[in-house]
């Protein structure tokens, strides 16, 4: 059974070569959530020697016409294009790359494009071993190379080709490594019951050489099979690594990266995780896919399409082609969705109209010279991190971060007379139980913050809680009769404390007081790698918002008041509570 590479893996350069500008060139190709597509994806063969069960049916594929698949010359004239337009990055994919019989040239021809400073492949190695020495000379920059096992007898299970063939895909690693190239990344598709058990295995190669493994989540494909019986989160993949070798280092990734990558405590390379399924990594996204017919595509998993090739070849643009396909390609990145499984187009943010009527202008107005990038840039500097230095409102990216526990605390208070007060702890409302409604309503807006405040993050949460407690307006904390507060929690069992005594007869009065105070209190609990503040302070408004819908009928007097965060934990800034 082979379980490592036929010799050791020797150091290589991993630093990563994705810039969001590049050197001398302003990006032209920004959608409309402030992204800059700076890195081309183009697949340059139809056609796969391996049949890998999570890629490809077991029928197969119908192939496209040869007439329909972009040419080489066609290729390179559209890179072209796209390099004009700021892509300073371009990977080569298929299919099997290696397949096209013009490889070489195209590496070739695509380096030596005005603006374009790396070219990267990927491809299964099957071949690598054959082509790499002309690769390397003609000017590859980076290989990433698909590897699901390092077990002969599951390779054939995976690939539907002889075992045999594993052999020379690890060859053809092993030469990558050995070679001049910058970078050598392993990809691997992590499958439950497949080759989970090997994780492990592939985390060593790291032991000794500067490679990175970067360890995919299983992804649905039409045809595929996928299963979530397959499926195994990223962070299961990242407890089974470090009950074995201990706790991960997270290192910083590139905004626009698409994995999360770790270092491993004495180990040279390092490893990643690529978390589409459980996590996404839209904020940061950069990309473009070209297919091999010619289409132009936003997102992996997107259906939406525009072909460059129909424009490409239409006669009657033969003159002026080139600015109808720049006008194509500025309008297909307008319509790039946030996300996949997104449908918005538009972004979740809101440009400031006129800065001059902004309450933080008067702190810079003395600068009144300065420009409007180095006026917007102070925001920043006082700690608005959701405004940008052009002064738009943008979510903020954390998917650099490592989920930890978090933890918050919100309360908000609304008044009731009398009246409503005791149809709410005796529960004789005419809606119903007041406070178990109110109860649910708040559960449900914590866990629908990030659709009702637009720069909030979507998160999981593990546990909402909502508390009720009634007191007086006349007195803080009054004694109270044990036999009344025993017999309103009995029915009304939300109810956590009450603090006064109720008389149904006589005048107002110290003790008999016209109006109490419901504080409602909302505790939200995550694991994650931003704050539940704002989710506790909406469920907390939105209890307080159903309680006085629910008793309007009795007191339109009613006041939401004092909605405030009283204690957090967690996070960069630490803990905070309310004195």
């Known amino acids: 059974m082979f379980r490592k590479f036929p010799s050791s893996l020797r150091a290589f350069s991993t630093q990563s070569f994705v810039k969001e500008i590049p050197t001398g060139k302003q990006a032209k190709l920004v959608d409309t959530f402030n992204r800059e ?246 904020g940061g996204c950069n990309r473009l896919r070209l297919t091999h017919d010619g289409n132009l595509k936003m997102c992996l998993f997107g259906e939406d399409e525009v072909s460059l090739r129909d424009t490409l070849r239409d006669p009657s643009l033969s003159h002026d082609n080139e600015n109808e396909l720049v006008n194509v390609i500025s309008a297909a990145v307008k319509r790039k969705k946030f996300s996949h499984g997104d449908k918005r187009v538009t972004p979740p943010t809101f440009r400031i109209p006129d800065p001059r009527r902004h309450v933080l202008y008067q702190s810079a107005r003395s600068m009144s010279s300065e420009s409007s990038s180095e006026h917007y840039s102070k925001y920043s500097s006082l700690g608005l991190s959701h405004i940008d230095s052009t002064g738009e409102a943008h979510m903020v990216d954390v998917g650099y971060k490592t989920p930890s526990f978090r933890m918050a605390t919100a309360e908000s208070t609304i008044s009731l007379n009398r009246e409503a007060y005791e149809s709410v702890v005796k529960n004789t409302a005419s809606k119903g139980a007041v406070l178990t409604v109110a109860k649910i309503a708040g559960i449900q807006g914590a866990k629908l913050t990030s659709s009702l405040i637009p720069l909030c993050h979507q998160i999981n949460l593990n546990k909402v809680d909502i508390t009720f407690t009634f007191s007086d307006s006349q007195k803080e904390s009054p004694s109270i009769s044990s036999m009344v507060l025993n017999s309103l929690q009995h029915s009304n069992p939300c109810l956590e404390s009450v603090t006064k005594d109720i008389s149904s007869e006589g005048a107002p009065t110290e003790t008999n007081p016209t109006r109490f105070q419901l504080h409602i209190n909302c505790t939200v609990s995550c694991n994650a790698v931003t704050g539940v503040e704002m989710e506790a302070l909406v469920g907390a408004s939105i209890a307080a918002l159903t309680v006085y819908d629910m008793c309007k009928a009795l007191d339109k007097s009613s006041v939401i008041s004092n909605t405030r965060l009283l204690r957090k934990e967690g996070g960069r800034s630490g803990s905070f509570s309310v004195e």
């Open 37 to 282: 597509h700076t890195y081309l994806r183009i697949s340059i063969a139809e056609r796969c020697n391996l049949r890998c069960q999570y890629c490809m049916p077991l029928e197969g594929v119908d192939l496209t016409p040869k007439p329909d698949l972009l040419t080489t010359s066609e290729i390179i004239q559209l890179a072209e294009i796209f390099a004009n337009q700021g892509v300073n990055k371009i990977r080569l994919t298929g299919g099997e790359p290696l397949i096209n019989k013009d490889l070489v040239y195209l590496v070739e021809k695509l380096k030596a494009l005005d603006g374009i400073e790396t070219v990267a492949l990927t491809t299964n190695a099957v071949t690598l071993s054959r082509h790499l020495p002309s690769l390397v000379s003609a000017g590859l920059d980076n290989v990433n190379i698909s590897l699901d096992t390092l077990v002969p007898q599951k390779f054939a299970f995976i690939g539907r080709r002889p075992a045999a063939t594993l052999q020379k895909v690890l060859k053809g690693v092993r030469e990558a490594i050995d070679s001049p190239l910058k970078s050598v990344k392993l990809n691997t598709v992590v499958m439950k019951g497949v080759n989970d058990d090997e994780i492990c295995d592939f985390v060593s190669l790291t032991k000794e050489d500067r490679i990175s493994v970067r360890f995919l989540e299983f992804m649905p494909f039409s045809g595929n099979a996928w299963s979530k019986h397959k499926f195994i989160p990223y962070q299961a993949q990242i407890s089974i690594i470090e009950e074995k070798f201990g706790k991960l280092n997270r290192q910083n990734d590139e905004q626009t990266s698409t994995s999360m990558n770790y270092t491993v405590e004495g180990h040279s390379g390092s490893i990643g995780f690529i978390s589409s399924m459980s996590r996404n990594f839209c």
